[in-house]
Each structure stands twice: as structure tokens, then as C-alpha cells.
Nanobody
Framework: QVQLVESGGGSVQAGGSLTLSCRAS????????MAWFRQAPGKERQGVAA???????KYGDSVKGRFTISRDLAKNILYLQMNNLQSEDTAVYYC????????????????????WGQGTQVTVSS
């Protein structure tokens, strides 16, 4: 099973930017979907952004225009560029991927058949 490892989280002031990376232990070209989810304390895991194998991109409503998802197939890395961060963006951010056939993958959260990373904390102070 391909392992996913997130990095790039940290603390930033409101209005700042961060870039998250999700490095896979194998080829990401085989995944049907890759996505970023986030989970704040006491809340359900929420879909942030997703990219399909063919390149179609989707965003959660709360991050449209501020976040950008991208991937580097040669390096097997998924990115999330986050601009104009706000306090409500504070959460643990998770990378996820599936090989297809997962119902409700995005905005999800998907319940089965998904590879998850361990998460990286993003804290935005106002």
C-alpha cells in the first residue's frame, strides 16, 4: 500500500500563506483521486480540495479563490497552496487518495477504501 506523508504545516497569522506537501511512497499516477481534507476539533473531517486522475479539480466552498491544489507526477507529491489564511482554516490537514470506486470521495469524507496520511497541523491566529 502506498504511504502518504504530509508536511508543511505550522502556525501563521491571519492573511498569511502556507504550502502543504503530501509525499507518496509510490506512484501517484495510479490514484483515481487525490485530495486534501481537514478536521478541526469537534468537527467532522471536511473536503478541502481534490484532483482527479485526468486533472479535474474541485474545491470546498470555503476555500475557493484562496487555496490551490496541484501535483507533481514525477516527484509523486501532492501540494496545497493556501493563501489569505483565516482562523477558521485552523485544523489538522490530511492527504488522501483512492484507486477509484470510493463512494462520495469528495467532498466526503470517504469512509472506506482510502489511503490517509497522518496529518499536519495548521494553526492560524487572528
Amino acid at each position: 500500500q502506498v504511504q502518504l506523508v504530509e508536511s508543511g504545516g505550522g502556525s501563521v497569522q491571519a492573511g498569511g500563506s502556507l504550502t502543504l506537501s503530501c509525499r507518496a511512497s509510490g506512484s501517484i499516477a495510479m490514484f483515481w483521486h487525490m485530495a486534501w481534507f481537514r478536521q478541526a476539533p469537534g468537527k467532522e473531517r471536511q473536503g478541502v480540495a481534490a484532483i482527479e486522475k485526468a486533472g479535474t479539480i474541485k474545491y470546498g466552498d470555503s476555500v475557493k479563490g484562496r487555496f490551490t491544489i496541484s501535483r507533481d507526477l514525477a516527484k509523486n507529491i501532492l501540494y496545497l497552496q493556501m493563501n489569505n489564511l483565516q482562523s477558521e482554516d485552523t485544523a489538522v490537514y490530511y492527504c488522501a487518495a483512492d484507486y477509484g470506486g470510493v463512494p462520495g470521495f469528495f467532498p466526503g469524507p470517504p469512509r472506506i477504501g482510502v489511503n490517509w496520511g497522518q496529518g499536519t497541523q495548521v494553526t492560524v491566529s487572528s
